[in-house]
């Protein structure tokens, strides 16, 4: 299957700072990519559709403005959370389809972010 | 809107033995349904899609899975368990048209020796 990768996988930051995390696919283009949140033992929240070259369509909830998303190239998008607290902790993780609507979303490996 | 439910938080079985894990969908077109297997840590590994076609899907590690238009069912089965297939298995839909995935809640399997 297609390989989509994230960097860093583990993230430790004190509160107030700024996080970014990296998503690519390494041996397709994508268009479109996802970012979720997942908390422990729980399904995935989708955050929001990151789309290249135009803005990012944030989920009912997600504040835009602390989780900044940047969709650069064909094979990557940014997520970058500013101002970090405790509660942003969590595990992250992106997607991109392959292709059409039909095809496989695949999945990064996840970021663990720790906001002391 | 789409919606997935999977009504098992835990599914426990010998090493050996079948597995079945449960998952209803709803949509207002055609799904297209998807499962993912998740180990700790780590992201979400593709198992097997249904788009259209064949009721009986096959995919990776020796896992199939039955879609059932009028029980809106996509249950996955394994004939035999591994103790490594102990891990958290999600169910996903998509609607006709629509990228975005909605993920059933999860289920914890685990296999024991």
């Known amino acids: 299957g297609a390989v989509v990768s994230q960097h860093p996988s583990r993230v430790i930051c004190k509160s107030g700072t700024s996080v970014k995390i990296e998503c690519r696919s390494l041996d397709f283009q994508a268009t479109t990519m996802f970012w979720y949140r997942q908390f422990p033992k729980k399904s995935l929240m989708l955050m929001a559709t990151s789309n290249e070259g135009s803005k990012a369509t944030y989920e009912q909830g997600v504040e835009k403005d602390k989780f900044l998303i940047n969709h650069a190239s064909l094979t990557l998008s940014t997520l970058t959370v500013t101002s970090a607290h405790p509660e942003d902790s969590s595990f992250y993780i992106c997607?991109?389809?392959?292709?059409?609507?039909?095809?496989?979303?695949?999945f990064g490996p996840g970021t663990r972010l720790t906001v002391l | 809107a789409q919606s997935v439910a999977q009504p098992e938080d835990q599914v426990n079985v010998a090493e050996g033995n079948p597995l079945t894990v449960k998952c209803t969908y709803s949509v207002s077109g055609n799904p297209y349904l998807f499962w993912y297997v998740q180990y700790p840590n780590r992201g979400l590994q593709f198992l097997l899609k249904?788009?259209?076609?064949?009721?009986l899907v096959k995919g990776s590690y020796g896992f199939e899975a039955e879609f059932n238009k009028s029980q809106t069912s996509f249950h996955l089965k394994k004939p035999s368990a591994l103790v490594s297939d102990s891990a958290l298995y999600f169910c996903a839909v998509r609607d006709t048209g629509d990228y975005k995935l909605s993920f059933g809640a999860g289920t914890t399997v685990t296999v024991r020796a």
């Open positions: 997607s991109a389809p392959t292709g059409t609507h039909t095809d496989t979303q695949y």
């Open positions: 249904y788009i259209t076609g064949d009721n």
